[in-house]
């Protein structure tokens, strides 16, 4: 069946890092990945998708490339910030089927 | 168009009472989806709904839950005879027909 597996967290690091969040996948077909963010006491939010192999998303200075050799849409960022902190999610839906999965999220700290 | 609307955001609930959360859909949206969320862990896909259909409801609990989602009005995810182990937030989506959208979750605590 289809679904998403996200490296464990947390993850801490200090203000200007460089942020790489793992996300590997498992489906059949071409499925459209996403990554998601969850700040304290919210709701997920859309952060980024990618419809096709090779596609780049891209929002808020976050990255990812659906890697459809590697069945990978690792999240990268070039420096974080302390407002970056929250949990990320990275899923994926199957054209034409309503079925979303979710990855166990990551939490990220970013130290001042 | 305004987005998810879920309410109550916070439901405290005694053990053994009923707890029902709303979820009203983005418009023009006709799938909705239930997610557990409890703390410190990922999302729990619970069910998914059509206007009026149960589509998937293989991550439900067989017993005290359901969901519905008529043809008018919200959808309401309803917990009977609440158990402490109930206490989570629970997020509805919903979608189009490609990716989701979520609303703020209700916060339900079983006293």
């Known amino acids: 069946g289809n679904s998403v597996t996200q490296m464990e967290g947390p993850v801490t690091l200090s203000e200007e890092a460089f942020l790489t969040i793992n996300c590997t996948y498992t489906a059949t077909g071409y499925p459209s990945l996403f990554w998601y963010v969850q700040y304290p006491g919210e709701g997920l939010q859309l952060l980024l998708k990618a419809t096709k192999a090779d596609d780049k998303g891209s929002n808020k200075g976050f990255e990812a490339t659906y890697r459809k050799e590697t069945t990978s849409f690792h999240l990268e960022k070039g420096s974080v910030q302390v407002s970056d902190s929250a949990v990320y999610f990275c899923a994926l839906i199957r054209y034409n089927n309503n079925d979303m999965r979710f990855g166990a999220g990551t939490r990220l700290t970013v130290k001042p | 168009n305004a987005g998810v609307m879920q309410n109550p955001r916070h439901l405290v609930r005694r053990r053994g009472q009923e707890a029902r959360l709303r979820c009203s859909p983005m418009k023009g949206h006709s799938h909705v989806y239930w997610y557990r969320q409890l703390p410190e862990e990922g999302l729990k896909f619970m069910v998914y709904?059509?206007?009026?259909?149960?589509?998937?409801e293989s991550g439900m609990p067989k017993e005290r839950f359901s969901a519905e989602f008529p043809k008018e009005g919200p959808s309401i995810l309803r917990i009977q005879q609440v158990v402490r182990g109930d206490s989570a937030a629970y997020f509805c989506a919903s979608s189009p027909g490609t990716e989701q959208f979520f609303g703020p979750g209700t916060r339900l605590t079983v006293l």
């Open positions: 709904l059509q206007k009026e259909n149960i589509i998937d």
